[in-house]
């Protein structure tokens, strides 16, 4: 499983110049961050096989073809899911990039190098629906709450429910982007692009009763708040959750409310499929989701399976009954 020697052995690379840090340092998103940062340290350990290596200044620089196709073939042996498989790929893709946008590699050694196909797959998206007795039984669970907790996660969770908006997404809103009147929010999806999405007139209701406790100083749209009830706003500025912080609020929420347990993404998953059974063009629901591809949208369509069950429901299983002597 031993990768073959890089030339050169471990070169020092500077944290202005290692491709590491500057790959990372222009995500946009601190949840891109983490997540890439992972994919490049667990590559990093099959490059040195050290347990304990992380990416930083590792000679990035100096891997060629036949290192990158060998990491492939090593990481397609750890039993991972295609996607999960796919991103590591991205990242090491992303900082041979680098290396070479900061003039470490020829465009030809570069582009030998990142000349790595991805995994085919065809999975159905992860996740499950969120029936509308779901929602509202977990919406009761925050209305049952008097805390400021209570107000603030019902609007979470309608803000989820109606727009269909990532996790980091929903984290990274901030008041001033929240527009009562014309029932928006403009939110910054990957790869900093924003777009406007809309409210229900309740998931509306819900962010003014939230907003009765949090204030109108500018900051985060949704904020900690400690076990005393109080806001966490340094400086009289309320500061931003993270995003796994929003998907601990849906699994107390929905675990108060008896549910079984559900992600943001299944919120997600929830309204694109939504949309669509009611009618809405792909385009439309491309749009308000934040998807590069229509492909992408298309994946969570529902129509399909649903037409391919109704295909089924006109077959009928014969009557049991043994066969009579002389029968084919």
Same mark, same amino acid.
């Given at each position: 499983?031993? !990768?073959?020697?890089?030339?050169? &052995?471990?070169?020092? !690379? ?5 491709? @590491?840090?500057? @790959? ?10 983490r997540t890439m940062r992972g994919c490049l340290d667990r590559v990093a350990r099959v490059i040195t096989g050290d347990p304990a290596a992380t990416g930083a200044g590792q000679p990035w620089h100096l891997l060629r073809y036949e290192h990158t196709v060998r990491i492939r073939?090593?990481?397609?042996? =750890?039993?991972?899911? %295609?996607? @999960? ?8 893709? /992303?900082?041979? /990039?680098?290396?070479?946008?900061? &003039? =470490? ?22 996740? =499950?629906?969120?029936? %509308? ?5 977990? #919406? ?29 997404? !929903? ?15 403009? !939110? ?7 777009? $406007? ?23 985060? #749209? ?7 009830? /109080? #806001? ?11 995003? =796994? ?7 107390? /929420? ?13 919120? +997600? ?5 939504? $949309? ?23 994946? @969570? ?14 077959? +009928? ?12």
């Amino acid at each position: 499983m031993d !990768v073959p020697a890089v030339p050169g &052995g471990p070169a020092a !690379v500077t944290p202005a110049g290692d491709p @590491y840090v500057v @790959y990372l340092g222009a995500l946009t998103s601190a949840e891109s961050r983490r997540t890439m940062r992972g994919c490049l340290d667990r590559v990093a350990r099959v490059i040195t096989g050290d347990p304990a290596a992380t990416g930083a200044g590792q000679p990035w620089h100096l891997l060629r073809y036949e290192h990158t196709v060998r990491i492939r073939a090593i990481l397609a042996e =750890q039993g991972w899911s %295609p996607a @999960y498989l796919n991103k590591h790929l991205v990242a090491l893709r /992303r900082v041979l /990039r680098e290396a070479w946008r900061l &003039g =470490q590699m020829s465009a030809e050694d570069y582009h030998r190098a990142a000349d790595l196909p991805t995994m085919a797959h065809t999975r159905l998206p992860a996740g =499950q629906h969120v029936p %509308p007795e779901v929602a509202g039984a977990a #919406l009761a669970a925050c209305d049952g709450d008097p805390s400021p907790a209570g107000a603030r996660d019902g609007a979470l969770l309608a803000v989820l429910y109606s727009t269909g908006c990532r996790r980091a997404e !929903v984290a990274g809103l901030a008041l001033a982007d929240y527009d009562s009147a014309a029932r928006s929010l403009r !939110v910054r999806g990957k790869r900093d692009k924003e777009r $406007l999405v809309y409210l229900t007139s309740e998931a509306v209701a819900r962010a003014e009763a939230w907003l009765t406790v949090r204030g109108h100083e500018p900051g985060a #749209l949704f904020c900690p708040i400690n076990k005393a009830g /109080r #806001l966490r706003a340094p400086g009289g500025r309320p500061a931003p959750m993270t995003g =796994q912080a929003i998907a601990d609020i849906v699994s107390r /929420r929905l675990a108060a409310a008896g549910a079984a347990r559900r992600t943001p993404h299944d919120f +997600r998953r929830t309204f694109i499929g939504e $949309l669509l059974d009611a009618g809405v063009d792909l385009a439309t629901t491309q749009a308000l989701v934040g998807h590069a591809s229509p492909v992408t949208t298309a994946r @969570y369509d529902r129509r399909p399976e649903a037409r391919r069950r109704e295909a089924v429901d006109r077959l +009928r299983m014969p009557d049991a009954r043994p066969l009579r002597p002389g029968s084919p």
